[in-house]
C-alpha cells in the first residue's frame, strides 16, 4: 500500500511525506531505511508515524501540502476531506471502505465459486477495503452454497502466520477484535443463523474463528456495515435484476465479483454495479496498470495506471502571443 502512494508521486517529481497506520508502523519504517540506502537524497521521502488525531490531522490541515491520498474508513476518509477543504483546497484521493458482493449465478461451476467467494471475504482475515463481504447466491443453488461454504470455512487453518499452511492469522488489535465480535453478535440478534465460527480461536491474541451467516437478508446490520473481519454473509436471490437492486443498495461501490458461466450475465451485471472494479468468474486480481478506487463512499479518485500518475499532476495551459514576422 505504501507503494500505491509513493511510486506516482515519485515518478511524477512529488516530495512525500508518510504516515503509516499507528497499528503497523514498521515496515514503512524499514521500507525508509531502503529508500536511503538505495540513494535517494534526504527529505524527498519523508516517514512520520502517529496518531490520525495529531500526525493525519497535520497532514491534512497543513498549507504547504497540495495533496493527499488517504486509505482507510469512510468515517476517517471525510474528516481528511474536510480538512483539504478548510485549508488549502488541496488534491485528495481517497480509498475508503466498501461493502462489495460477490453474485454466484446458478449456471456457476460451484466448487470454483465455493473458493472463490471464500478467499474473497476471508482473505486477511477480512481485513481488505475490498473484501467481498457479501455473497449473493441464486435461489437454486442456496442450500447447497451455504453447506459447502461451511465446510470450507470449518476447514480453513487458523493460528500463527509464520507456521507452513496457516491461512488466517488474528486481526490487527482489541478493539478490531472487539468490533467484529460485536457484529457477530448482532447478527444473530438481527434472525440471522449462524452456521459456523463466531467464536475466539484459542486464549492469546486476536484471533476469531471463520463465521459464516445464512437467511441473511439486505436490510441486516451485517449485510449493511463494513465488519472489517472474516465474516461471510449469504444473501439468497431469485432474478439477475434482484442481484443487482441487492448489490447496488449499499453506501459503498469499491469491488464486487460476477460468477457465472453466461458471458450476456456477466456483461449485463459488471455494467450495471456501481463499483470501480467488477471481476468475473475471479476475485481480488489486481494489475498495476488497471485503475482502481470506488464509487459513491467508497472514495474519490483512482489509484494505479495512467489515472494513478494523473493524481499527482497539475494540467497548466500556457497561451504565447507571437511576434509578427514583419515587426
Known amino acids: 500500500m505504501c507503494a500505491w502512494k509513493l511510486a506516482p508521486a515519485l515518478a511524477c517529481g512529488c516530495c512525500v511525506v508518510l504516515k503509516p497506520a499507528e ?9 525508509a531505511s531502503l529508500i536511503a540506502e538505495a540513494g535517494v537524497p534526504a527529505g524527498v521521502v519523508n516517514v512520520v508515524p502517529g496518531y490520525g488525531a495529531t500526525t493525519g490531522s497535520a497532514i491534512s490541515s497543513h498549507m504547504r501540502i497540495h495533496k493527499v491520498a488517504f486509505t482507510g474508513s469512510t468515517g476517517v476518509g471525510k474528516l481528511v476531506m474536510q480538512a483539504a477543504g478548510a485549508s488549502n483546497c488541496k488534491a485528495i484521493t481517497l480509498e475508503l471502505g466498501g ?33 467481498g463481504s457479501r455473497t449473493l447466491v441464486q435461489e437454486s443453488i442456496y442450500e447447497e452454497f451455504v453447506q459447502k461454504a461451511v465446510a470450507r470455512a470449518a476447514h480453513r487453518k487458523v493460528g500463527h502466520p509464520s507456521v507452513p499452511g496457516v491461512e488466517h492469522g488474528a486481526q490487527v488489535s482489541q478493539r478490531q477484535f472487539d468490533t467484529v465480535m460485536a457484529y ?31 437467511n441473511v437478508t439486505p436490510n441486516m446490520t451485517i449485510a449493511r ?14 432474478t439477475i435484476e434482484e442481484a443487482i437492486t441487492i448489490a447496488n443498495d449499499s453506501d459503498y461501490g469499491l469491488g464486487g465479483a460476477v460468477l457465472t458461466k453466461s458471458i450476456d450475465t456477466a456483461m449485463q451485471v459488471s455494467n450495471q454495479l456501481r463499483a470501480g472494479t467488477v471481476w468475473v468468474n475471479c476475485y481480488d486480481v489486481l494489475a498495476t496498470q488497471a485503475p482502481f478506487g470506488g464509487f459513491k463512499q467508497s472514495g474519490i479518485g483512482r489509484e494505479l495506471g495512467e489515472y494513478g500518475l494523473a493524481a499527482y499532476t497539475a494540467v497548466k495551459t500556457v497561451m504565447i502571443k507571437l511576434t509578427s514576422k514583419n515587426t
Open 23 to 31: 497499528q503497523t508502523p514498521l515496515t514503512a519504517l524499514h521500507m
Open 99 to 131: 461493502k462489495s458482493p460477490c453474485i454466484v449465478f446458478d449456471d456457476a461451476s460451484l466448487d470454483e465459486a465455493i473458493e472463490i467467494s471464500h478467499h474473497a471475504i476471508f482473505f486477511n482475515q477480512g481485513q481488505c477495503c475490498v473484501a
Open 184 to 214: 457477530i453478535k448482532q447478527g444473530q440478534e438481527e434472525g440471522a443463523v449462524l452456521e459456523c465460527g463466531g467464536k475466539r480461536w484459542g486464549k492469546k491474541g486476536y484471533f476469531i474463528e471463520p463465521t459464516v451467516f445464512s
Open 225 to 238: 456495515e463494513e465488519i472489517f473481519g472474516p465474516v461471510q454473509v449469504i444473501i439468497k436471490f431469485r
